[in-house]
């Protein structure tokens, strides 16, 4: 199995000792990201619309270094600070995606990294 990292300064360079994404041929496993803008390296103010915009756009761009789209998108893990954000995100999220929709699986946790109200990691295969 090789395994090949996938980095694009299009997308928020890794704030921690991981890759943006890891690339094993058939699957990509992008690691989740934030609304932290790829330029200035600040989060996205504003409320759970603004930042899912953010965060698909920041999937989308390591998803496009690596040649795929959300169109290749297996699987979705979102996580929310607040439960009652799910109709804003879904609204947000879906305008990115066309049927069939990926899997999905939405948590509530009690914190995320820099303080943002999600983050999303995905699964995709070539």
Not at 39 to 68: C, F, H, P, R, Y
Request: proline content about 6%; overall charge negative; glycine content about 4%.
């Amino acid at each position: 199995m090789s395994r090949k990292a996938v980095e694009t300064n299009k997308a928020p360079q890794a704030i921690g000792p991981y890759s943006q994404a890891i690339d094993l041929g058939d699957l990509v496993f992008v690691s989740g990201q934030i609304p932290l803008n790829p330029e200035t390296m600040e989060i996205v103010e504003g409320d759970i619309k603004q930042q899912t915009i953010q965060v698909m756009k920041n999937l989308s761009a390591v998803l496009a270094e690596a040649g795929l789209s959300f169109d290749h998108v297996a699987k979705f893990t979102i996580y929310l600070t607040d439960m009652n954000d799910f109709a804003s995100l879904n609204d947000t999220y879906a305008a990115f995606l066309k049927a069939p929709y990926p899997a999905r699986a939405t948590v509530e946790v009690s914190q995320l990294p820099k303080g943002v109200k999600v983050e999303m990691d995905v699964i995709a295969k070539r």
